[in-house]
């Protein structure tokens, strides 16, 4: 065989073998190529998507936090103001309990002072009785002197 009968014989086989390959293999694999490519953009637009959703997510999130941080400052302060408002309504309550009892007590201690006034009153005209019975020297009958007894008990 010559050389030159091969060279050429290889020359044909490796251009059909081109031709095949163009027209039957090339074909799917550059098909195959940009399914992936479009899936891999596909992917990457998804991606970024994502991304930017996720910052708007967070975002969302927050404001929702800080919408929540306010809410619960304004409970609070409402608290705050309700529990004022209730010591200073325990405060009056406590100052009128407290008002009543010293009007009842004084009420109270003015009946004893006057029951204590009107026992010594008695106690004294008694007395009384007796000193003018020893200084007349005979016995003074208190039913035969009511006025007088009234006058100085009145005095006294």
Avoid: C
């Amino acid at each position: 065989m010559n050389i030159n009968l091969t060279l050429l014989l290889e020359m044909i086989v490796f251009a059909i073998f081109v031709w095949f390959t163009m027209k039957f293999v090339w074909g799917p694999i550059v098909g195959v190529l940009d399914e992936r490519k479009a899936s891999i953009a596909d992917g990457l637009a998804a991606s970024e998507k994502g991304l930017k959703d996720q910052e708007m997510a967070e975002e969302i999130a927050k404001q929702k936090i800080k919408e929540a941080k306010q809410e619960a400052a304004e409970i609070i302060a409402q608290a705050k103001s309700r529990d004022t408002q209730m010591v200073e309504e325990a405060k009056g309550k406590a100052v009128e309990e407290a008002d009543r009892i010293i009007a009842g007590a004084q009420a109270e201690i003015d009946q004893e002072v006057n029951r204590a006034k009107d026992s010594l009153r008695t106690q004294v005209s008694e007395l009384a009785v007796a000193g003018a019975s020893k200084i007349l020297g005979k016995e003074v009958d208190a039913s035969t002197h009511k006025a007088a007894l009234k006058d100085l008990i009145a005095q006294i």
